[in-house]
């Protein structure tokens, strides 16, 4: 459909080629991105060269020198200018899609209506908005999140120790005091007279659930001050993480589901034996 449409084409061009372009793209100090070489060939003679033996790709023809505008439901208007995204491949020579084409086609007919991810995916909203609109479907709502960090301020990841939940259950820590901590880092829930202000540290889920609303949800120019309200943590200071179940306790036992507290004493114990080690 978007061959036929002219919203695609064949991409002959070898690797040696692509990396010489990125390559002068970066010295000239400018982003790189696909030059164009194949925007021109025909389709017959692509046809002709397929039949020759040539395995290309498949790009997707991006408008030229235009704006691409949405309204990011955590950080409001965002718009990308057509001449820095590139044609992005779409298919690759084995004929397997690539990324952006597989989520807006699998997305589109599964009728999502909200795209809620990390805002490492920013970048490719443009690219998969314009491919909805090629293939005749509506754009979903897009929110992209502020990134959970580790301690040195870089994105969560293995090299900051322990980020699987076996792990954290082993080292005794609450499921209740991790959801809290985690829903916290980037969301600041409303009081329920809507004054905006947060009346409270510690909450169930089902009082999270009810009070969530995107709009309270916010970006990573804000992110540093939720930070600072949570004493300045991120997920890498177990510390923090380790004093909610004191308060889980002493300010929400109903809620938490410990069976007694002795089971309380049990797990606390061996997290502070972990630290100690």
């Known amino acids: 459909e978007l061959l036929a449409g002219d919203h695609a084409y064949y991409c002959f061009c070898l690797p040696d080629k692509l990396d010489a372009d990125r390559q002068a793209d970066l010295a000239a100090g400018q982003p790189p991105k696909y030059h164009g070489t194949c925007r021109s060939i025909s389709r017959e003679e692509a046809e002709s060269r397929i039949e020759a033996g040539e395995r290309p790709v498949i790009r997707f023809r991006v408008p030229e020198s235009e704006e691409v505008r949405f309204q990011d439901l955590v950080r409001g208007e965002v718009v990308f200018n057509t001449s820095v995204i590139g044609d992005p491949v779409i298919v690759r020579s084995d004929s397997r899609p690539q990324y952006n ?164 004493q049990l797990r606390g114990q061996r997290r502070l034996d972990d630290l100690r080690t």
Not at 105 to 132: C, F, K, W
Not at 167 to 195: C, K, Q
Not at 201 to 214: G, Q, S
């Open 101 to 264: 084409f597989a989520v807006v086609v699998d997305d589109a007919l599964m009728e999502v209506t909200h795209v809620i991810r990390g805002e490492d995916h920013i970048s490719n909203t443009p690219r998969q908005i314009l491919l909805y609109q090629a293939l005749g479907f509506t754009p979903p709502e897009f929110a992209h999140l502020s990134l959970v960090l580790g301690p040195d301020h870089t994105p969560l990841s293995k090299r900051h120790g322990a980020t699987s939940v076996a792990e954290f259950r082993a080292r005794g820590y609450l499921p209740e005091a991790l959801v809290n901590y985690l829903a916290l880092i980037g969301w600041s829930p409303r009081t329920d007279g809507g004054s905006g202000e947060n009346d409270a540290e510690l909450l169930p889920v089902d009082e999270m659930a009810r009070r969530f609303a995107i709009e309270d949800v916010v970006g990573s120019k804000y992110a540093d001050t939720i930070r600072e309200r949570n004493k300045g943590a991120t997920p890498g200071d177990w510390d923090v993480i380790g004093t909610a179940p004191h308060k889980w306790l002493r300010d929400s036992r109903s809620n938490i589901g410990l069976q007694t507290p002795g089971d309380y």
